[in-house]
């Protein structure tokens, strides 16, 4: 009798709260919907018009890829999920040829050899370098130099290293630049450098001593993208839970566009972290309806901050623009 009374209290309690929830997850998005008629998104169609200052965020699913260009410079930061997580346990997709497919496309010198001039791995999550071997192993993808932290098994939790395998994946992909005699760049800066007509400034190039334990994210490396008074934030997967966000945002600012942090998912994009950094604009590398009620919620309700997710946008490309506004296209695939 007590058991069945504990599971109609359990059923009282969890049936009110999932439909609280479900409505929720409805209302922001809707209102998601609603904001992001503030901007005009057009079809993307390649003929520059708006200018060559612009960053690509690739169509991954729910893995970060995003291709910095400038006055024909070109930086990858991120290459998104390859085909061989190791966290997958059944057949999935991967985008290794979507992510080179699209490298080879857009990033062409006027010599017409396809060139990054560096690459960076934020942190060693599968789902952020996953496609990096295969896109280092592609002779016809030349790249400067690699900017990759030295890995620190004092950060990851014991199954990321033990179940997720992401020292391999880091391995391999250190291997394979080492191959092809690409400079590795271990120490990152963290002062500003200019990139083409962009200024790029590292953040978390140090990971804290005391962020053991907590957890890869805890190692994002966050890019902050500058053009005259248009400013964005990338922040990989920095996460409020991880203590990330507090350290970061003061430093960063105020800018006009956020790519959300972890994808949408547990721990990121707080109050606090949205408010410092007061976005005009955030887009996320996710489909909108995977993104967690109350992250969407922060965002679109708290902040009032138009959301547009790479997923069910097929890509999205911000040009920064010479009379200093940003333009979004879409359908970039």
């Not at 999920?81 to 857009?106: F, L, M, Q, W």
């Not at 030295?150 to 199954?159: C, T």
């Not at 760049?185 to 907590?214: C, R, S």
């Not at 902040?303 to 010479?322: M, R």
Request: proline share 3%; hydrophobic share 40%.
């Amino acid at each position: 009798m007590k058991k069945n009374r504990a599971k109609k209290i359990a059923t009282w309690i969890i049936v009110p709260l999932m439909a609280a929830i479900f409505i929720l997850d409805i209302a922001t998005v809707v209102i998601a919907n609603n904001l992001s008629r503030r901007y005009t998104v057009t079809a993307e169609t390649f003929d520059y018009s708006t200018g060559d200052d612009r960053i690509h965020f690739l169509n991954t699913a729910n893995s970060d890829s995003v291709l910095i260009e400038s006055n024909g410079l070109y930086a990858l930061i991120d290459a998104g999920e390859g085909n061989s997580n190791p966290r997958r346990k059944t057949a999935y997709k991967g985008y290794e040829k979507e992510v080179t497919d699209y490298i080879k496309k857009v990033c062409k010198k006027d010599d017409g050899k396809v060139y990054l001039d560096f690459i960076l791995g934020t942190h060693y999550h599968y789902d952020h370098i996953g496609v990096y071997p295969a896109l280092i192993s592609d002779e016809e993808i030349g790249i400067g130099k690699a900017y990759f932290k030295d890995f620190n098994a004092d950060i990851p939790k014991d199954y990321e290293i033990d179940r997720w395998k992401i020292n391999d994946t880091y391995g391999e992909i250190i291997s394979g630049l080492d191959s092809r005699g690409v400079e590795i760049i271990n120490v990152l800066p963290d002062e500003e450098f200019v990139f083409g007509d962009f200024v790029l400034q590292f953040y978390n190039t140090v990971t804290p001593d005391d962020f053991a334990g907590k957890g890869e994210n805890a190692s994002s490396v966050g890019v902050k993208v500058k053009k005259g008074n248009k400013t964005a934030f990338l922040a990989a997967d920095i996460t409020a839970s991880t203590g990330l966000e507090d350290l970061i945002a003061p430093l960063v600012g105020d800018v006009d566009l956020l790519k959300i942090g972890h994808h949408g998912y547990y721990g990121s994009s707080s109050k606090s972290f949205l408010e410092t950094l007061a976005p005009e604009i955030a887009v996320v590398t996710n489909q909108l309806g995977k993104i967690y009620p109350n992250v969407k919620w922060n965002i679109t309700m708290s902040a009032k901050v138009p959301l547009y997710a790479t997923y069910d946008n097929d890509g999205v490309i911000a040009t920064f623009s010479d009379n200093g506004e940003i333009y979004l296209t879409n359908n970039i695939h």
